[in-house]
């Protein structure tokens, strides 16, 4: 498995911007993706890369708000969130795909590897 940290959580108004990190330590995975629950809600896929190409796929929740990328030589996947609003406040971790599997999507049974979360807040 691989070993994923994340940082950069805070609390921001409404309009504001965060950026998240998070550190892979071992192989990295073809798939990384960046997940979020809220109190009392499910968790929920917001952004996933192929590691690879670099392809990118958004849930329309966050599409045009937040970009996921990474930079490979810090092994490092980032998620910028601009435009934040009340709703997307929640716990956000980072999550990478298991190997055996063949297919980069956000069915987060998929991923075999997480991280302990960073919590983002939004004040309206």
């Known amino acids: 498995q691989v070993q994923l940290v994340e940082s950069g959580g805070g609390s921001v108004q409404a309009g504001g911007s965060l950026r998240l990190s998070c550190v892979a330590s071992?192989?990295?995975?073809?798939?990384m993706s960046w997940f979020r629950q809220a109190p009392g809600k499910e968790r929920e896929g917001v952004a996933r890369i192929y590691t690879g190409s670099g392809t990118t796929y958004y849930s329309d929740s966050v599409k045009g708000r937040f970009t996921i990328s990474q930079d490979k030589a810090k092994n490092t996947l980032y998620l910028q969130m601009n435009s934040l609003k009340p709703e997307d406040a929640a716990m956000y971790y980072c999550?990478?795909?298991?190997?055996?599997?063949?297919?980069?999507?956000?069915?987060?049974?998929?991923?075999?590897?997480w991280g302990q979360g960073t919590q983002v807040t939004v004040s309206s």
């Open positions: 999550a990478a795909v298991a190997p055996w599997r063949l297919v980069c999507g956000l069915d987060q049974t998929a991923y075999n590897s």
């Open positions: 071992g192989n990295i995975p073809f798939c």
